[in-house]
Protein backbone atom coordinates (compact mmCIF):
# COMPACT_ATOMS: atom_id res chain seq x y z
CA UNK A 1 0.00 0.00 0.00
CA UNK A 2 0.64 3.72 -0.30
CA UNK A 3 3.30 4.95 2.42
CA UNK A 4 1.50 8.25 2.53
CA UNK A 5 -2.22 8.10 2.84
CA UNK A 6 -3.73 11.58 2.59
CA UNK A 7 -7.42 12.66 2.35
CA UNK A 8 -9.49 13.89 2.05
CA UNK A 9 -9.09 13.83 -1.93
CA UNK A 10 -11.21 16.94 -2.80
CA UNK A 11 -12.78 19.52 -0.42
CA UNK A 12 -14.96 21.96 -0.83
CA UNK A 13 -15.66 24.65 1.56
CA UNK A 14 -17.16 28.01 1.97
CA UNK A 15 -15.70 31.01 3.05
CA UNK A 16 -15.29 31.76 6.60
CA UNK A 17 -15.10 28.14 7.06
CA UNK A 18 -12.92 25.50 8.72
CA UNK A 19 -11.76 22.04 7.81
CA UNK A 20 -8.37 19.72 8.24
CA UNK A 21 -6.42 17.49 5.72
CA UNK A 22 -4.57 14.48 7.29
CA UNK A 23 -2.19 12.56 6.17
CA UNK A 24 -1.15 8.93 7.76
CA UNK A 25 2.42 7.07 7.61
CA UNK A 26 2.56 3.75 7.24
CA UNK A 27 6.19 3.95 7.77
CA UNK A 28 8.91 5.91 10.25
CA UNK A 29 8.64 9.38 9.31
CA UNK A 30 11.32 11.69 10.00
CA UNK A 31 9.65 15.06 9.16
CA UNK A 32 6.60 16.12 7.12
CA UNK A 33 5.82 19.20 4.77
CA UNK A 34 2.86 20.60 3.59
CA UNK A 35 2.85 22.21 0.02
CA UNK A 36 0.04 24.23 -1.85
CA UNK A 37 0.05 24.18 -5.30
CA UNK A 38 -1.65 27.23 -7.18
CA UNK A 39 -3.46 27.16 -10.09
CA UNK A 40 -0.11 28.30 -12.49
CA UNK A 41 1.45 25.09 -10.83
CA UNK A 42 3.56 27.00 -8.72
CA UNK A 43 4.45 24.66 -5.40
CA UNK A 44 5.03 26.70 -2.23
CA UNK A 45 6.23 25.50 0.93
CA UNK A 46 3.83 26.05 3.84
CA UNK A 47 5.44 24.10 6.88
CA UNK A 48 8.10 21.80 7.43
CA UNK A 49 7.61 19.83 10.74
CA UNK A 50 10.13 17.37 12.55
CA UNK A 51 7.76 17.37 15.51
CA UNK A 52 4.71 19.27 17.05
CA UNK A 53 2.82 21.97 15.52
CA UNK A 54 3.00 25.36 13.94
CA UNK A 55 1.00 27.77 13.41
CA UNK A 56 1.01 30.91 10.42
CA UNK A 57 -1.83 32.57 10.11
CA UNK A 58 -5.18 30.59 9.67
CA UNK A 59 -3.22 27.53 9.02
CA UNK A 60 -2.01 25.04 11.83
CA UNK A 61 -0.11 22.00 10.75
CA UNK A 62 0.60 18.99 13.35
CA UNK A 63 2.50 15.81 13.34
CA UNK A 64 2.47 12.83 15.47
CA UNK A 65 5.64 10.96 14.78
CA UNK A 66 4.81 7.86 17.22
CA UNK A 67 0.81 8.07 15.66
CA UNK A 68 2.36 8.37 12.43
CA UNK A 69 0.39 11.09 10.86
CA UNK A 70 -0.35 14.88 10.31
CA UNK A 71 -2.74 17.22 9.92
CA UNK A 72 -3.49 20.56 8.24
CA UNK A 73 -5.86 22.35 9.49
CA UNK A 74 -7.79 26.05 7.52
CA UNK A 75 -9.27 28.64 9.58
CA UNK A 76 -11.74 30.96 8.31
CA UNK A 77 -11.03 29.89 4.87
CA UNK A 78 -11.27 32.43 2.04
CA UNK A 79 -10.56 32.68 -1.51
CA UNK A 80 -6.93 32.54 -2.20
CA UNK A 81 -6.76 29.74 0.03
CA UNK A 82 -7.58 27.37 -3.38
CA UNK A 83 -5.64 25.33 -4.85
CA UNK A 84 -4.40 21.38 -4.25
CA UNK A 85 -2.69 20.32 -0.96
CA UNK A 86 0.01 17.71 -0.76
CA UNK A 87 1.79 16.41 2.31
CA UNK A 88 5.19 14.94 2.09
CA UNK A 89 6.82 12.68 4.43
CA UNK A 90 10.89 12.22 4.71
CA UNK A 91 11.38 8.50 5.26
CA UNK A 92 14.33 6.79 6.63
CA UNK A 93 16.59 7.68 3.81
CA UNK A 94 15.69 11.32 3.62
CA UNK A 95 13.87 10.82 0.64
CA UNK A 96 10.35 12.83 0.15
CA UNK A 97 7.27 10.77 0.26
CA UNK A 98 4.43 12.12 -1.39
CA UNK A 99 0.69 12.30 -0.43
CA UNK A 100 -1.59 11.92 -3.57
CA UNK A 101 -3.31 15.91 -2.84
CA UNK A 102 -6.01 17.40 -2.13
CA UNK A 103 -7.90 19.62 -4.36
CA UNK A 104 -9.35 22.40 -2.43
CA UNK A 105 -12.21 24.76 -3.76
CA UNK A 106 -12.83 27.91 -1.94
CA UNK A 107 -16.77 28.87 -2.66
CA UNK A 108 -17.69 32.19 -2.33
CA UNK B 1 16.49 36.13 -0.90
CA UNK B 2 16.98 31.99 -1.17
CA UNK B 3 15.37 30.54 -4.16
CA UNK B 4 15.12 27.80 -6.77
CA UNK B 5 15.11 29.26 -10.80
CA UNK B 6 14.66 26.92 -13.77
CA UNK B 7 14.83 27.40 -17.08
CA UNK B 8 13.83 27.36 -19.36
CA UNK B 9 9.68 28.36 -18.24
CA UNK B 10 8.84 26.38 -21.72
CA UNK B 11 9.77 24.37 -24.14
CA UNK B 12 8.93 22.57 -27.07
CA UNK B 13 10.88 19.84 -28.29
CA UNK B 14 10.70 17.56 -31.48
CA UNK B 15 11.06 13.53 -30.54
CA UNK B 16 14.58 12.53 -30.57
CA UNK B 17 16.19 15.80 -30.12
CA UNK B 18 18.14 16.20 -27.13
CA UNK B 19 16.70 18.03 -24.24
CA UNK B 20 18.26 19.88 -21.60
CA UNK B 21 16.75 21.73 -17.96
CA UNK B 22 18.67 23.74 -15.84
CA UNK B 23 18.19 24.49 -12.39
CA UNK B 24 20.23 26.93 -9.99
CA UNK B 25 19.52 27.13 -6.21
CA UNK B 26 20.95 29.84 -3.84
CA UNK B 27 19.81 28.06 -0.68
CA UNK B 28 23.24 26.37 0.10
CA UNK B 29 21.51 22.98 -0.02
CA UNK B 30 23.44 19.69 -0.37
CA UNK B 31 20.26 17.56 -1.64
CA UNK B 32 18.75 18.32 -5.36
CA UNK B 33 16.19 17.12 -7.36
CA UNK B 34 14.06 16.10 -10.03
CA UNK B 35 10.40 15.20 -10.15
CA UNK B 36 7.67 15.57 -13.06
CA UNK B 37 4.03 16.23 -12.67
CA UNK B 38 1.48 14.68 -14.49
CA UNK B 39 -2.29 14.46 -14.46
CA UNK B 40 -3.22 12.10 -11.94
CA UNK B 41 0.16 10.90 -10.56
CA UNK B 42 0.73 13.99 -8.38
CA UNK B 43 5.33 14.50 -8.25
CA UNK B 44 7.10 11.68 -9.39
CA UNK B 45 10.92 11.50 -8.89
CA UNK B 46 13.32 11.10 -11.33
CA UNK B 47 16.93 11.75 -10.48
CA UNK B 48 18.25 13.68 -7.36
CA UNK B 49 21.83 14.35 -5.91
CA UNK B 50 23.73 14.92 -2.13
CA UNK B 51 25.88 17.43 -3.82
CA UNK B 52 28.59 18.03 -6.38
CA UNK B 53 29.36 15.69 -8.76
CA UNK B 54 26.19 12.99 -7.04
CA UNK B 55 23.32 12.02 -9.05
CA UNK B 56 21.22 9.00 -8.24
CA UNK B 57 18.73 7.40 -9.74
CA UNK B 58 14.63 8.42 -8.16
CA UNK B 59 11.70 6.55 -8.82
CA UNK B 60 11.66 6.75 -12.59
CA UNK B 61 14.89 7.51 -13.84
CA UNK B 62 14.69 5.65 -17.51
CA UNK B 63 15.20 8.25 -20.19
CA UNK B 64 16.56 10.92 -18.19
CA UNK B 65 20.15 11.99 -16.64
CA UNK B 66 21.26 13.93 -14.35
CA UNK B 67 24.23 16.19 -13.61
CA UNK B 68 25.52 18.40 -10.50
CA UNK B 69 28.82 20.28 -11.45
CA UNK B 70 28.12 22.22 -8.74
CA UNK B 71 26.59 23.04 -5.32
CA UNK B 72 24.18 25.58 -7.31
CA UNK B 73 23.53 23.69 -10.22
CA UNK B 74 21.42 20.55 -11.20
CA UNK B 75 20.26 19.48 -14.66
CA UNK B 76 18.41 16.84 -16.28
CA UNK B 77 19.11 15.48 -19.83
CA UNK B 78 16.96 13.87 -21.96
CA UNK B 79 18.93 12.44 -24.67
CA UNK B 80 16.66 11.32 -26.67
CA UNK B 81 12.99 12.73 -25.89
CA UNK B 82 9.69 10.99 -26.44
CA UNK B 83 6.21 12.57 -26.30
CA UNK B 84 5.52 10.34 -22.88
CA UNK B 85 8.03 12.51 -21.25
CA UNK B 86 5.97 15.41 -22.39
CA UNK B 87 5.43 16.88 -18.76
CA UNK B 88 5.80 19.62 -16.07
CA UNK B 89 9.39 19.11 -14.25
CA UNK B 90 9.97 20.38 -10.90
CA UNK B 91 13.47 21.40 -9.45
CA UNK B 92 13.99 21.72 -6.02
CA UNK B 93 16.32 21.74 -3.35
CA UNK B 94 16.14 20.70 0.80
CA UNK B 95 18.24 19.09 3.32
CA UNK B 96 17.98 16.42 5.71
CA UNK B 97 16.36 18.83 8.54
CA UNK B 98 15.02 22.01 6.43
CA UNK B 99 12.52 23.14 4.43
CA UNK B 100 12.64 22.02 0.38
CA UNK B 101 12.35 24.74 -1.94
CA UNK B 102 10.84 24.59 -5.29
CA UNK B 103 11.37 26.25 -8.43
CA UNK B 104 8.57 27.41 -10.40
CA UNK B 105 8.60 24.12 -13.46
CA UNK B 106 9.51 23.71 -16.94
CA UNK B 107 6.41 22.69 -19.03
CA UNK B 108 8.14 20.40 -21.83
CA UNK B 109 5.90 19.01 -25.26
CA UNK B 110 7.86 16.82 -27.08
CA UNK B 111 5.91 16.81 -30.45
Known amino acids: GDQVEQSPSALSLHEGTSSALRCNFT?????VQWFRQNSRGSLINLFY?????KENGRLKSAFDSKELYSTLHIRDAQLEDSGTYFC??????????WGSGTKLIIKP | EAAVTQSPRNKVAVTGGKVTLSCNQT?????MYWYRQDTGHGLRLIHY???????EKGDIPDGYKASRPSQENFSLILELATPSQTSVYFC??????????FGSGTRLLVI
Open chain 1, 88 to 97: AATDSNYQLI
Open chain 1, 27 to 31: TTTRS
Open chain 1, 49 to 53: LASGT
Open chain 2, 27 to 31: NNHNN
Open chain 2, 49 to 55: SYGAGST
Open chain 2, 92 to 101: ASGDANSDYT
